[in-house]
């Protein structure tokens, strides 16, 4: 479904990412891990066209998608939630996720495609003539969340879900991630914290200072010496 | 919170099963229906405004609403660029001067009529919205606003010494006598000038209302609260910067048309001038920028002051008015950067709240 190989990016003269190649099967969840500064991030805007490789490719679904612009790939099928939430702190809930599913293609949809999202996250409904800004962490990442949902995504792709949560939001997050899941969408996600996020995903991609040291099944990674070696250091 | 209960309405076409909040969904922002009060108020004020040149039938009262008219049709072809979008121009008189030189030369020198020249000053100022937008709205941060700035001081420059326009002196527009409506001039009366006015500003008003519930305004929005986010959404971020910028200056030309026929002379210091284009701003600013109702408070506010001190004050107090301006400008955005309109509704929610407050208590 996607397919990235040996992708280089930098920032300027300054390269952050060295080669790295991975790739997301249907219905599959992925996890991205690696420590602050390891390029994760980088990868993730590179996939959705918010950064452009210096060299190799990346394809969804069997088209080249590494030159077009990131409105155009998110109509393929492929959302990416950003770091941080990023919702739009002064416009209310409705109108932030009905942000998300102004394309053509999700547009035909939207009404039901809300219904989902608030069956999912009953809590953005109740709160849904407020602002953005005015709910709580966990609230704003179900809603930026919900956002990327609004376009009917076939691959979710979301940049550290569980940062700065409560355990209590943690664990709605992860059930939403697998009802999600379950309808038959990809995930691709990015977490620091290697308990986390191997034991909710399929397989995993180890990252560090921008090369991949180590890729797997995440059952086989967690009992990892390297893994170990990476995070802890030694 | 809002009953649940779907209105017999909606049940009657069939759908019943479908929930009132995603009824609303359909409507796009939640629909609450007008109060009486504000019906009336409405109502009161549209006859107001109908009545006002009629009662007041004098040249000055006249003049000084439909220049509050005028600068309120000004702020908000601004409003809908910074305001809503997000970028901040600082040259917006460059659409202004465009539009008032447009129809006024082509009035000079065929007699072209000047409801005419303006569709053309709307054409000319969308497409130079076009050519400056292009490569300027790809400039994050504040470089956008230096770079408009750049722009209309050197067209102004251009027009200073461009022969074929009048350079200097610019364009006297001709004085006729027949046929008043199709020549936009009405030497008798200010009336159909005060009435022209509010209509541009009820069309760009229109618009603004309008943009608020439709896609782009979403986009507009969205753009400027968080561009990335925007794009990752699949908003075409800088195609959706060059419409707003295009809606704006094609309602900035109108402005500057309308100038054009009130005083009958236009110049390359009058109608592209810095100052233009700061007053525009602050008027937004002052009355609160985003939103539909500020340029029209900030421009009620404003223009009467300036207007009244230049009365009072006379030749001398030439630039009073601007004084008092940046004076009030620092005071809000210093205590409330939300503009007037902000501290209404701040009030307003204030004791809104604290009534609900009372009636817990008690």
């Known amino acids: 479904m996607l397919k990235v190989s040996d992708i280089e990016v930098s920032y300027g003269d300054y390269q952050v990412v060295w080669g790295v190649s991975l790739q997301v099967d249907a219905g599959e969840v992925v996890s991205l891990l690696g420590p602050n500064g390891?390029?994760?991030?980088?990868?993730?805007?590179?996939?959705?066209?918010?950064?452009?490789?210096?060299?190799?490719?990346?394809?969804?679904?069997?088209?080249?998608?590494?030159?077009?612009?990131?409105?155009?790939?998110?109509?393929?099928?492929?959302?990416?939630?950003?770091?941080?939430?990023?919702v739009?702190?002064?416009?209310?809930?409705?109108?932030?996720?009905?942000?998300?599913?102004?394309?053509?293609?999700?547009?035909?949809?939207?009404?039901?495609?809300?219904?989902?999202?608030?069956?999912?996250?009953?809590?953005?409904?109740?709160?849904?003539s407020?602002?953005?800004?005015?709910?709580?962490?966990?609230?704003?990442?179900?809603?930026?969340?919900?956002?990327?949902?609004?376009?009917?995504?076939?691959?979710?792709?979301?940049?550290?879900?569980f940062l700065g949560l409560s355990p209590a939001v943690v664990q709605e997050m992860k059930d939403a991630f697998k009802r999600i899941n379950a309808e038959g969408v990809s995930i691709l996600f990015i977490e620091q914290n290697v308990q986390v996020a191997l034991s909710m995903s399929h397989r995993g991609y180890i990252l560090e200072s921008g090369r991949l040291v180590l890729e797997g099944e995440s059952e086989a990674l967690l009992t990892s010496a390297e893994v170990k070696r990476v995070f802890l250091g030694g | 919170m809002r009953s649940r209960t779907p209105a017999p309405m909606i049940a009657a076409l069939g759908a019943a099963e479908?929930?009132?909040?995603?009824?609303?969904?359909?409507?796009?922002?939640?629909?609450?229906?007008?109060r009486l009060r504000t019906r009336?108020?409405?109502?009161?004020?549209?006859?107001?405004?109908?009545?006002?040149?009629?009662?007041?039938?004098?040249?000055?009262?006249?003049?000084?609403?439909?220049?509050?008219?005028?600068?309120?049709?000004?702020?908000?072809?601004?409003?809908?660029?910074?305001?809503?979008?997000?970028?901040?121009?600082?040259?917006?008189?460059?659409?202004?001067?465009?539009?008032?030189?447009?129809?006024?030369?082509?009035?000079?020198?065929?007699?072209?009529?000047?409801?005419?020249?303006m569709m053309v000053g709307i054409a000319i100022a969308m497409a130079a919205a076009v050519a400056i937008g292009l490569p300027t709205l790809r400039l994050r941060g504040h470089y956008?606003?230096?770079?408009?700035?750049?722009?209309?001081?050197?067209?102004?420059?251009?027009f200073q010494r461009w022969e074929f326009v009048g350079a200097a002196s610019g364009i006297w527009l001709p004085i006729v006598r027949e046929n008043p409506l199709l020549n936009f001039q009405f030497n008798e009366s200010k009336i159909p000038y005060y009435f022209i006015a509010l209509g541009f500003l009820s069309l760009v008003c229109?618009?603004?209302?309008?943009?608020?519930?439709?896609?782009?305004?979403?986009?507009?929005?969205?753009?400027?609260?968080?561009?990335?986010?925007?794009?990752?959404?699949?908003?075409?971020?800088?195609?959706?910067?060059?419409?707003?910028?295009?809606?704006?200056?094609?309602?900035?030309?109108?402005?500057?048309?309308?100038?054009?026929q009130y005083v009958l002379v236009v110049d390359p210091e009058t109608v592209f001038p810095l100052t233009l284009s700061i007053l525009v701003l602050l008027i937004a600013v002052m009355g609160g920028v985003g939103t539909l109702w500020g340029p029209i408070i900030g421009a009620a506010v404003l223009v009467p002051l300036s207007e009244f001190t230049r009365i009072y004050l006379g030749g001398t107090g030439g630039s009073v008015d601007l004084i008092i301006y940046g004076a009030l400008i620092v005071l809000i955005c210093v205590f409330r950067p939300v503009g007037l309109l902000g501290i209404w509704k701040d009030w307003r929610l204030g004791t809104a709240v604290g009534g609900a407050k009372n009636r817990g208590n008690a």
């Open chain 1, 88 to 128: 739009f702190p002064y416009l209310t809930v409705r109108q932030n996720l009905w942000l998300g599913g102004y394309h053509p293609e999700a547009r035909a949809h939207r009404v039901e495609t809300l219904k989902q999202v608030y069956e999912l996250f009953p809590r953005l409904r109740e709160r849904e």
């Open chain 1, 130 to 161: 407020q602002l953005a800004y005015s709910l709580s962490g966990g609230e704003q990442q179900m809603l930026a969340l919900g956002r990327g949902l609004m376009s009917r995504p076939k691959l979710l792709m979301v940049d550290e879900p």
């Open chain 2, 144 to 158: 956008f606003a230096i770079a408009t700035l750049v722009i209309a001081e050197s067209v102004q420059i251009v």
């Open chain 2, 206 to 260: 229109l618009a603004v209302w309008y943009l608020e519930r439709s896609k782009a305004g979403y986009y507009f929005r969205a753009i400027r609260e968080d561009p990335e986010a925007a794009s990752s959404l699949g908003v075409d971020v800088s195609r959706y910067k060059v419409l707003a910028f295009m809606i704006s200056a094609g309602f900035m030309s109108i402005a500057g048309t309308f100038y054009a």
């Open chain 2, 18 to 34: 479908r929930e009132p909040a995603l009824q609303d969904a359909l409507n796009e922002p939640a629909r609450t229906p007008w």
């Open chain 2, 40 to 117: 009336l108020l409405g109502l009161a004020g549209l006859v107001a405004l109908l009545a006002y040149p009629f009662v007041l039938n004098a040249p000055f009262p006249q003049h000084v609403m439909i220049m509050i008219f005028l600068y309120a049709l000004m702020a908000q072809s601004w409003n809908i660029l910074a305001g809503y979008c997000g970028q901040i121009s600082l040259g917006h008189a460059v659409f202004f001067g465009i539009g008032a030189y447009s129809s006024g030369f082509l009035f000079a020198t065929f007699r072209v009529s000047p409801w005419l020249g």
């Open chain 1, 38 to 86: 390891s390029g994760k991030s980088t990868i993730f805007n590179t996939i959705s066209g918010l950064l452009k490789p210096k060299a190799g490719r990346v394809e969804f679904e069997g088209a080249r998608i590494d030159r077009q612009p990131s409105h155009q790939i998110v109509r393929r099928g492929l959302a990416h939630i950003l770091e941080r939430r990023r």
